[in-house]
């Protein structure tokens, strides 16, 4: 899948998923309740243990899903997290060299950044959006001030985003959202509960529906 097409479905779906798994079926698992909920974009966290091991096995396993790599620090990281077949990667703060290797394989780079300088800096060199983190303190309010001088920066806030407040992060002009544990509870991982994952992913869908 091309770029384009990559950021116009994240965009289209407005929500992308934060996994940590224990093991590649568990994230597959995971993956395929979401998508009856109807989400398909899933960030997995190099926080996760074997995290390029199940990257690589639930690309080949579910092509048609966008699982991206988050969490990533440094330009070799994400060189191969693309390798692995990432359609996109994540970042939690500034990193210009990841933005770079991104650029040079034409994929998505959505890089974190949080005050209004670093938010431009990061828009500047290169990212596809700004991941807006920890969004969780000053909420969609947040958003809607910073997009104002800014409204050419593409932003997805994370932390702290739920099915309560999705829909105004989405109002207040976010190109989409990142939920963690109010998505994907680590107890429902863990019970592998994927009727209650699917059951809070077509929560967040209609909290998104209602806002469009």
């Given at each position: 899948?091309?770029?384009d097409a990559i950021l116009t479905k994240i965009k289209a779906e407005k929500v992308?998923?934060?996994?940590?798994?224990?093991?590649?079926?568990?994230?597959?698992?995971?993956?395929?309740?979401?998508a009856d909920g109807g989400l398909t974009s899933i960030e997995l966290t190099m926080?996760?243990?074997?995290?390029?091991?199940?990257?690589?096995?639930?690309?080949?396993?579910?092509?048609?899903?966008?699982?991206g790599l988050g969490t990533v620090l440094d330009a070799e990281t994400a060189r191969?997290?693309?390798?692995?077949?990432?359609?996109?990667?994540?970042?939690?703060?500034?990193?210009?060299?990841?933005?770079?290797?991104?650029?040079?394989?034409?994929?998505?780079?959505?890089?974190?950044?949080?005050?209004?300088?670093?938010?431009?800096?990061?828009?500047?060199?290169?990212?596809?959006?700004?991941?807006?983190?920890?969004?969780?303190?000053?909420?969609?309010?947040?958003?809607?001030?910073?997009?104002?001088?800014?409204?050419?920066?593409?932003?997805?806030?994370?932390?702290?985003?739920?099915?309560?407040?999705?829909?105004?992060?989405?109002?207040?002009?976010?190109?989409?959202?990142?939920?963690?544990?109010?998505?994907?509870?680590?107890?429902?991982?863990?019970?592998?509960?994927?009727?209650?994952?699917?059951?809070?992913?077509?929560?967040?869908?209609?909290?998104?529906?209602?806002?469009?």
């Open positions: 899948m091309k770029k992308i998923a934060l996994i940590r798994a224990d093991n590649p079926d568990g994230l597959l698992d995971c993956a395929k309740a979401l926080t996760t243990p074997g995290a390029m091991r199940m990257l690589e096995k639930a690309v080949a396993d579910q092509p048609d899903f966008l699982f191969v997290g693309i390798l692995a077949g990432a359609k996109f990667i994540v970042t939690p703060a500034f990193r210009p060299d990841v933005i770079a290797v991104c650029q040079r394989y034409s994929v998505p780079i959505f890089s974190g950044a949080f005050t209004p300088t670093e938010i431009l800096a990061t828009w500047e060199a290169g990212a596809d959006a700004v991941k807006v983190f920890p969004a969780e303190f000053f909420g969609p309010g947040y958003i809607k001030s910073v997009k104002a001088p800014f409204p050419q920066i593409e932003m997805v806030p994370t932390g702290g985003v739920n099915a309560e407040n999705v829909g105004e992060f989405i109002k207040a002009g976010a190109f989409a959202a990142a939920a963690g544990s109010s998505l994907v509870e680590a107890k429902a991982m863990k019970e592998k509960n994927w009727a209650a994952i699917t059951a809070k992913a077509r929560a967040f869908v209609a909290a998104i529906a209602a806002v469009k």
